[in-house]
Every structure is written in C-alpha cells, then in structure tokens.
C-alpha cells in the first residue's frame, strides 16, 4: 500500500548549539488532500529576531519572523511538481520509504499525516526548549545580579572616607633609574668676616627743609612800636594791641 504523501514536514536549518526553539529556523511544507500546499520560511531565529530589534531601537520581538508562499502541486511517481502562485516552480522527490521529500536544496522530512494540528513530537520539543530557556535565563539573571552587586560593593568601598589610593608614578625610560631630586644649595651665610668689605656708611640726605615763613609781625596803634605775635599789650606805651 502506497503511503500518502499529504500532511506536514520539516526541515530543521540547526545552529548547532541547541534550543532549537529559540537558535534554530525551521522551514514547513504542507501538502493538502485539494492539491494544494503551504510553504512556511522561517527568515531568523527568534533569539536572531530579537537581537536585531534590540539594535534597530525597536521593542524587543519573541517572534519569529516567517514567509508564506501557496501554490499547486502534482505527483508522478515520487516526482512532484510545485507551482507557486507567482509563477514560480520547484522540483520535488519523495523518498523511496515515503518518510522525507527532497525540495529544492533540502531535504524535509515528514513530521504528521494531518494538515491541521501541528505534530506533537514538534510541540514535545518546543516546549522542552522553552522549559530550559527559562531556566538559563534565570541562572544568567542571578549571576547578572550577583556582579552588579560586586561592582556596587567595590564602588562604595573606594568612596569610604579614609581610604587612600597608590601614586601613580610614571614610568621610566630605559636605562633610566629613578634618583632624588639635588637638594638646593646652601645659603649663604651673613656672619661677618675679615674678609668682607667694609659696609658702606649711610648717604646722608643733601635736601634742606624749607624755610620757615618769617612769622608776620604786628605794630601798636598808639606808638608803633613792632611787638611779637601773640602779645596783648604794648611793650612800649601799654596800650592794647590789635
């Protein structure tokens, strides 16, 4: 009995590291019972997807982003003919034990009979990755948190009052030690000696005072004899100067 060629497959572009969930694309093809299949590109991983809307600015994707095609198909023998709706046609075999079809460059492998709910060893998989990304996602969190905590730490602690930082020195060139500084020269001493000259005697100042002005002098007004300043009566007559 010829097995139908109609349900899901798969063909799994792995990146080696496991999570396929998240890692890994998975292209799908689903022939129908009316001659007509459904081509699924997944364009990049979710983990990829995620990454690149975290670069562009944007809010971070979980999803994956996919390409859908449609399209007829015929089968003669194990060859299948694929028309899409555009225009464009693909060549396909079926394995000789019916489990996998040659497409294009790759090779899908069948993965349920139905066309309507997804295969379950799929769904199986899927949810273990999940499950495990969860969990290092955790683990990566709680260590995120401890080396925030260290850095916190180590910053408090250079900022206590107290502690005191190493000098930098600079470093020397080749051949090149590090010495003292010469210490300054001696100062000179200000005892006195036979042998210094002489001190020079002080220059005494040439400039004169000015003159004082010749006090003015007064005259009695009964005789007229001149009297000093300040004198209230006359010495010759008596009578009371101005």
């Known amino acids: 009995m010829t097995k139908s060629i109609t ?10 590291v496991g999570l396929d969930y998240f ?7 689903t022939l129908q019972p009316d001659g007509r299949f459904i081509l699924t590109i997944q364009e990049r991983s979710r983990i990829a997807n995620a990454a690149q809307s ?9 999803n994956a982003p996919e390409v859908r095609r449609e399209g007829t198909y015929s089968a003669q023998g194990n060859a299948i003919a694929f028309r899409f709706d555009d225009g464009a046609i693909e060549d396909g075999k079926l394995a000789w034990n019916g489990e996998g079809m040659q497409f294009g460059p790759n ?32 683990t990566i969190g709680g260590m ?10 180590t910053i408090q602690t250079t900022q206590e009052p107290g502690t005191t930082q190493k000098q ?5 060139s080749a051949g090149q030690t590090n010495q003292p500084a010469p210490a300054p020269p001696p100062a000179q001493s200000t005892s006195s000696s036979p042998y210094n000259a002489a001190p020079h005697p002080p220059v005494q100042s040439t400039t004169t005072p000015p003159q004082q002005k010749e006090q003015e002098a007064i005259f009695c007004d009964q005789c007229g004899a001149r009297a000093r300043p300040g004198k209230r009566f006359c010495n010759n007559c008596g009578a009371q100067l101005p």
């Open 107 to 138: 090779f899908f492998n069948k993965v349920s009979d139905s066309t309507f709910l997804p295969p379950a060893n799929r769904m199986k998989k899927d949810m273990d990755d999940i499950a495990k990304g969860i969990k290092i996602a955790g």
């Open 23 to 29: 890692t890994s694309r998975i292209d799908r093809l």
């Open 7 to 16: 349900g899901q497959y798969e063909y799994l572009h792995s990146s080696g």
């Open 168 to 172: 930098y020195a600079p470093p020397t």
């Open 144 to 153: 995120a948190m401890k080396a925030a905590k260290t850095i916190q730490d």
């Open 54 to 62: 975290f670069i562009n600015g944007q809010q971070i994707a979980t």
